[in-house]
């Protein structure tokens, strides 16, 4: 049965749709008047003219005919949902009934996913959170390292300076003693004893301090022009003596083929073959070391060989690992960095490292390094001093401002001047080294860096401003190429890297008056 006029009317105006729709017509008492539609869906029986209609749609008790409402999905018989619309068309109520079970199917379906939506949204959030959470904590661990690690190097740096400071006193005195002891056999055994233990514990503080550096990527290389021939004299002069201490041949040769300058950094290239050339000593009882340099193609080429213990095959790789050492080799002290550090040392140079090894025949290292020929004249002095003393015309009594902090150290130096036929006036920090100086006029200041008042390379710039134009060699526990640079570019000359030798000192000073006499 089609609904009637009013009710179409209605569900026009307000968009529904039509099908399946009950339409009930009731007077002012909510007596049935007429349906429309299969009304028996409602209350299961068909009911009859004059019925009230409340007995078959009870949500119409204590509703107001006059007022116009809808109640949306209202259960009806707990079987189905309808829309249920109450208005009037003139004098007639109208009850119309919109069956909406799909509706609500398809609503309840949308409000489950709305829940799982805000389920995964809450869930997505706590996620988020607990990133936030985790990510702020790293940050915090991070800064926490940082500034740990911060503590650290300066820790190791400043370690290093204090350590570096005593021995040079230590190395210096028993240079000393060793030069004054003539025949006295003890005291020379002794003396040399307590210099080669000074040396050790020396290259020991270089190597944790080195090793320090490198892990914290803090390691600069500077490449320079640079003799090989005068570096593998020098390596020769200072490591021959340990070799014939022990009875072992040392050879070093230069082939021809290397150029006269070549362009690298000297510190670290010294570093490396130290290292090598010290090990390969060390640990071989007879027979000899041989140090051997050729070059190709923009290369130098190294090797070190010895006829010293060997290291087994599967101690090859492991022996460059920081603090490894093979176990068996009684009484040879070590910290096991000496190998890591030189092959960190040599990438950082652009070159490899290889090992050949057998044991009970001896050890072959061989390094390739990028050196590319120089047309750089090499400077004459580097930090390791003058090489070869510029004749010796200077005249006497020349007057050297000592300025150190350290009373031995300062006593050591005078020593040591003293016996180069030198004048000495001291200063104990920086502030009083500018008077001294600026006053007494000497002919050369050696300055400590670390001083205090005012730190060694202030008061050599505040000497350059005020007109001060003798020579400042700066005294320095420290190799890294930043203090180096900051010397220089502060009004130095040169600079002494302690422990200072004597031969060093001597012939630096001598160097550096008779540049300017
Ligand atoms: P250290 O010399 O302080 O022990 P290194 O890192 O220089 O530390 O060397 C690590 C280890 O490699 C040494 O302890 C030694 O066992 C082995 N080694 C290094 N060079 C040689 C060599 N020329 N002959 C035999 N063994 C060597």
Redesign the pocket.
Known sequence: MSLPLAASRYLYATDNAVRDAICLSIDANFRLVQWWGNVSVLSGVTPSVGEDARDILPLLYGMDLAEPATIRFANVNDAHVFHVHLFRDGDENYVLCIPADDEKARTTELQQVANEVRLLNAQQQRLVQELEEARSELETKRADAQRASMVKSRFIASISHEFRTPLTSVIGYTELLLNESGQNSDVLAHAKAISRSARHLLS?VD?ILDQARIEEGNIAIRIAPLNVRQVTDDITTMLAPLAAEKFIGFGAFVDAKVPRVISTDEVRLRQILV??V???I???DAGE?NLEITWAQDKLIVV?S?T????PED?QLL??D??????D?DG???????????ARLVELLGGSIELE?QPGV??R?ELVLKAPESQAAVAADNIYGERKVMGKSRKHAQRILIAEDDPDLTELLGLFLTRGGYELMMAEDGEQAVKTALKEQPDLVLMDVNMPQMDGLSAARELRKKGFSQPILALTASLSVNDRDQAFTWGCDGYLVKPISMAELLSSVERHLHERG
Do not use: E
């Open positions: 020991m190597n290292n090598l010290g090990n390969a060390k640990f071989t070391v070190i010895d010293g213990p060997g290291i101690q022996i460059f920081a603090f490894h050492r093979v176990n080799l040879k002290r070590g910290t096991g960095l000496g190998l890591n550090i030189t090894s001896g050890s290292f």
